[in-house]
């Protein structure tokens, strides 16, 4: 293990002391509520949390302080009261301690001797070796990304941990029955989650900023479900989408009254309700770009957490900056988009069940010059238009009404059993062990007839996805090897979570068996 510096060390004391929920699940987060410098044993004055990241920065010979006494709220996820803890930073020591008014956590402390982390706690001695001290010896080479948005850093976070949970009590187990009695067959956890999350924070992003909605529209809102939290939180509102879910019927009144099938055609789309002032694009997909132009013509204020990328005309997105991953570049673009809108665009982090959190809101609009953003919004529906560059005519691609599904799924069984037993043959057959065979994807297409790869041609990811439907025989092993996945026991399964019976793959194809017993194995042996 390399030598830790002492600029290292105070690197990693200043993310731990703001990111101690990174080394307990239980907790939310951590807001610091007070902070003293110390000047000699017995001194302490107030201070500042700028003040004490800027000092654990500084050069040891440039400190004019002994050190800091810090106090901490942690914001637990489950329980209902906060835990209070108190931090010490002491600078001639090289010492960092952390005390907690709860005897569910316990103190611990970290000292840097000899380049080394010295870790002291009455936790066992596994979550020092393999949580605590990994986290600091990897904190203590990172370097500060000044780009990174906080996350939810336009919210009094306390206040929406508190709703957070509020909301969860309140709605989670109605939510999941709704999902039951509807046979979804999306993930019901995220989905609950994630919306009872959104609704939470959109609730205190309006008390903070004084924006309450009179109404708001939530345009491409799917199953509804955040409409339904929002109007059972007391807020009124209307969600837009192309086509009608199975769980509008089932909710109140009030919020399957509120769900219009409609769809959303940007020329030419109108409010049905005057009152309507915020705009909710939430995984909205087509119109996401589209969110902070309809803002700007409807004189509306928006929220926008996009994910899949799509141009104004409604086609794939194209990337302008390769340097940054796709998700930041179309991120860029829609920033950009909001601008010209004339939107003081901002940005927040959400903590949600989702790789895709970062939302764009615009609450205040600081130029109204229609014309020009009308301009852009033409300019750009002409440079990334579907069809013919040389067509005068643009138009825009919205989503189908009868969504034609593309994921192997719907490819006739014959066809996917039989490229399923060939890939799996050809893999036990490249390795001794008949558990350790990999190919690349290239090797694997190569053996398969064009008869056989004519099948699924059609079909979005091709074999990729027929390989990827098939987690439970395939697995990725990193660049674009394929190998077999050995069934390992699993936890005990959510005792709400139906188990799907097939019959076993490995007990009737692979030479040895299935590794499993009966018992063991989560299909039918």
């Not at 990999?438 to 090797?443: K, N, S």
């Amino acid at each position: 293990m390399s030598a830790v510096e002492e600029p290292q060390f105070w690197l990693a004391i200043g993310i731990l002391i703001k990111n101690y929920h990174a080394l307990n699940k239980k907790i939310f987060e951590v807001v610091i509520s007070r902070v003293q410098k110390q000047q000699d044993e017995e001194q302490l004055c107030d201070s500042t949390q700028e003040e004490l990241e800027r000092t654990l920065r500084e050069r040891p010979e440039k400190r004019t302080c002994r050190g800091f006494r810090i106090g901490f709220k942690l914001l637990p996820k489950k329980l209902k009261e906060n835990i209070l803890a108190t931090g010490f930073v002491d600078f001639q020591q090289r010492h960092y301690r952390c005390q907690f008014a709860s005897d569910d956590f316990e103190d611990f402390s970290v000292r840097l001797d000899g380049g080394q982390l010295e870790v002291d706690s009455l936790q066992t001695g596994r979550w020092q070796e393999f949580v605590l001290k990994p986290k600091l010896l990897s904190w203590s080479q990172s370097k500060p990304d000044e780009t990174k948005v906080k996350s939810l850093g336009l919210v009094d976070v306390e206040k929406y941990n508190d709703l957070y949970k509020e909301l969860k009590q309140k709605h989670a187990q109605r939510l999941l029955q709704y999902w039951q009695t509807a046979q979804e067959s999306t993930d019901p956890l995220k989905f609950i989650y994630e919306d009872l999350a959104i609704a939470a924070y959109l609730i205190v992003l309006w008390g903070q900023t004084q924006t309450e909605p009179k109404a708001f529209a939530d345009l491409g809102c799917g199953n509804g479900l955040l409409v339904h939290i929002l109007n059972a939180e007391g807020y009124s509102g209307y969600g837009y989408d192309i086509r009608k879910r199975k769980l509008w019927s089932l909710y109140p009144e009030e919020t399957s009254k509120s769900l219009i099938e409609q769809a959303v055609e940007p020329n030419s789309f109108r409010l049905a309700f005057p009152e309507i002032d915020w705009l909710i694009g939430n995984h909205s997909d087509e119109l996401s770009p589209w969110l902070p132009v309809l803002a700007g013509r409807l004189n509306t204020h928006f929220f926008l957490l996009p994910c899949c990328p799509y141009e104004l005309s409604g086609a794939k997105f194209q990337r302008r900056n390769t340097s940054i991953s796709a998700y930041q570049d179309f991120l860029h673009y829609v920033f950009k988009v909001s601008e010209q809108c004339g939107f003081e665009t901002l940005q927040d982090r959400l903590k949600i069940p989702s790789t895709k959190r970062l939302a764009l809101l615009g609450l205040k609009r600081a130029s109204k010059d229609t014309q020009s953003m009308e301009h852009f919004v033409q300019e750009q529906l002409q440079k990334y238009k579907i069809g013919d560059p040389k067509d005068e005519l643009i138009t825009i691609k919205l989503r189908e009404k009868e969504e034609i599904v593309r994921n192997c799924t719907k490819v006739d069984r014959f066809i996917i059993n039989g490229l399923v037993l060939k890939i799996f043959r050809l893999l036990l057959d490249s390795h001794e062990d008949s558990w350790s065979g990999r190919l690349p994807m290239r090797d694997i297409a190569q053996t398969l007839t064009k008869e056989e790869l004519s099948g699924i041609k059609s079909e979005c990811g091709g074999i990729k996805t027929l390989l990827r439907n098939k987690h439970e025989v395939f697995q990725f092993c990193g660049g674009d090897l394929i190998g077999i996945r050995k069934p390992q026991m699993t936890a005990v399964p959510h005792p709400r979570l139906a188990i799907k019976k097939r019959d076993c793959f490995f007990k009737l194809h692979h030479p040895l068996g299935c590794p499993l017993e009966d018992s063991e194995c989560t299909f039918i042996h």
